[in-house]
C-alpha cells in the first residue's frame, strides 16, 4: 500500500497504524510526501518528514511540483498536482491502494463548505470512502475517526508532526471555517443518509442513461428526449450534471444554478439549446447532443516523440511519431485540408460542431493525422497516433460507496 504523508498529525498517525498493519500480514506501506514548493521551508519539512520514515524503517518517496505556479486558484491547482503526482508514484510502484488521512473534523467541514456553497444533496455525501481513480484506488480509513484522536495516535508512537500554516489561513476558505469555529458533528452525522440517498441516484442515473443515451468514441453524446421528461428534478439535475463532467473533460461540477436554469429551459421547452461546463447541449428531433464546445477546447500541445498525454481532459494519445509534432483541435481550417483527401467524411452521424474539436497531429501548419477520421497525411512526414476516451469523471462510474467502519482502529 501508499500512504500519502504531508507530515501533520493525522497523516503520521495513519502511516504509523497502516505500517503495524501491514507488516502484521506480511506487506509493507510506501510513504509519499508531496512538496508543493509553495512555501521557503516545505522542503526542509519533506525531507523531516523522511527522515522520520527512515527511523521506523518505512520507505519513503518526496513528490515535488515542479514548474510555475497560478496567480489564482492555487488551491485547486495544488490539490490537482498533488493527486497526479501520488498516483503516477503508485503507477510507477506497481500499488493500488493510496491512502488518505482525511478525519472526521475534514469530513464536518467538507459538508459545511458544500452546504453553504449549495452544492446539492451529492455534496452533503461529504468525502467517499473509496474513490477509484485511473491507476489508483483511494481509501479514507480515518473519516470516522477525529483529529485529537489523532493527534494522541502520534503522541503514544512518541511521533513529532508538523503543523502547515496555511491551514488556519484565512486566504482560503476551509481555513475561514475553522477560523471561524462554525463546524460541529452535526455536519459530519449527514453524511451517511446523504451517502446512502446519492448512491440511489446515482444508481437511476444510470439506468436512465443505459435505456436514453448513446455514447461515441469523437467524445459526445446523444440523449433522447425521454430522459428528462421521466425524471424528478433532481435526478435530471444529476444527470445532465454527469453528462457534461463526461463530456467537457473536466472534474469540477458546473454551478448548481446555472444546471438548475439551463435544465428548466429545456423541460419547458424541447427546442432549447444552451451552453454549461465547456460543453454545448444542442436540441435535435429526439431530443439533445452533449458536445465539447468547439471555441473552449485545450490549446496545442507538443506530442511525446514516444509516449502518452491527454489532451484537452479528454483523449489519451499514445503516439510514435516526429519530433516537433503538437496536438490540438482539428478546426475548420485543419478540416479544410483534410476533406477532399477523406473517401468518406468519418461516421455519418458526425456532428460539425465534434468534428472542430478532434484531436489532430499537427506540423506546424500541415495535419498530419485525424486518428477518428482514419486519417493520415501522405506527405514525406509520417505520425502514428492512437487515441482513447479519457474520462475523469464518467458518466455512470462506480456508485457513492456508503461504508460502515467494522470496529475502532485505535
Known amino acids: 500500500m501508499a500512504v500519502a504523508l504531508s507530515g501533520g498529525s493525522d497523516s503520521l498517525a495513519l502511516a504509523l497504524l497502516l ?43 518526496i513528490l515535488r511540483w515542479e514548474g510555475p505556479k497560478p496567480a489564482t486558484g492555487i488551491q485547486e491547482a495544488a490539490r490537482a498536482a498533488r493527486y497526479a503526482l501520488l498516483e503516477q508514484a503508485c503507477r510507477e510502484e506497481g500499488i493500488l491502494h493510496l491512502a488518505l488521512g482525511h478525519q472526521a473534523d475534514d469530513q464536518a467541514e467538507t459538508v459545511a463548505i458544500r452546504q453553504a456553497r449549495d452544492s446539492g444533496p451529492d455534496g452533503l455525501a461529504g468525502m467517499a470512502p473509496i474513490r477509484e481513480l485511473r491507476h489508483v484506488r483511494l481509501l479514507r480509513p480515518l473519516l470516522g475517526v477525529r483529529r485529537a484522536a489523532l493527534r494522541t495516535v502520534c503522541e503514544k508512537f512518541g511521533q513529532p508532526w508538523v503543523d502547515d500554516p496555511s491551514n488556519l489561513s484565512d486566504r482560503y476558505a476551509r481555513g475561514r471555517l475553522r477560523l471561524s469555529g462554525r463546524v460541529d458533528t452535526d455536519h459530519a452525522a449527514m453524511v451517511p443518509d446523504a451517502a446512502r440517498d446519492r448512491a440511489g441516484r446515482e444508481g437511476e442515473i444510470a439506468r436512465l442513461l443505459a435505456r436514453h443515451a448513446a455514447f461515441y468514441p469523437e467524445g459526445w453524446v446523444e440523449l433522447g428526449r425521454a430522459a428528462l421528461a421521466d425524471a424528478d428534478p433532481g435526478i435530471a439535475e444529476g444527470l445532465l450534471t454527469r453528462l457534461v463532467l463526461a463530456v467537457g473533460g473536466g472534474t469540477y461540477r458546473p454551478r448548481r444554478e446555472r444546471v438548475r436554469g439551463l435544465l428548466g429551459r429545456m423541460r419547458a421547452d424541447v427546442t432549447t439549446s444552451g451552453t454549461l461546463g465547456r460543453c454545448l447541449v444542442d436540441a435535435t428531433a429526439g431530443g439533445w447532443r452533449v458536445m465539447r464546445e468547439p471555441g473552449r477546447v485545450g490549446p496545442p500541445a507538443t506530442l511525446p516523440t514516444h509516449g502518452e498525454m491527454v489532451w484537452d481532459g479528454r483523449f489519451l494519445l499514445r503516439c510514435q511519431g516526429v519530433a516537433g509534432a503538437a496536438v490540438g483541435a482539428l478546426g475548420d481550417k485543419g478540416w479544410g485540408q483534410v476533406r477532399e483527401k477523406l473517401q468518406t467524411v468519418g461516421p455519418p452521424n458526425l456532428p460539425a460542431a465534434v468534428r472542430r474539436t478532434l484531436p489532430a497531429v499537427w506540423g506546424g501548419d500541415l495535419v498530419l493525422a485525424v486518428p477518428h477520421l482514419s486519417y493520415v497525411s501522405s506527405g514525406t512526414l509520417t505520425v502514428r497516433c492512437d487515441v482513447l476516451p479519457f474520462v475523469p469523471e464518467p458518466a455512470a462510474g462506480p456508485r457513492f460507496p456508503v461504508v460502515s467502519p467494522a470496529g475502532e482502529i485505535i
Not at 510513504?31 to 521506523?56: C, N
Open 19 to 61: 505500517d503495524r498493519w501491514a507488516r502484521d500480514r506480511g506487506g509493507s506501506v510506501l510513504a509519499l510526501t508531496v512538496d508543493h514548493a509553495l512555501r521557503p521551508e516545505s522542503a526542509a519539512e519533506a525531507r523531516q518528514v523522511g527522515r522520520w520514515m527512515e527511523a521506523r524503517a518505512i520507505p519513503h518517496r
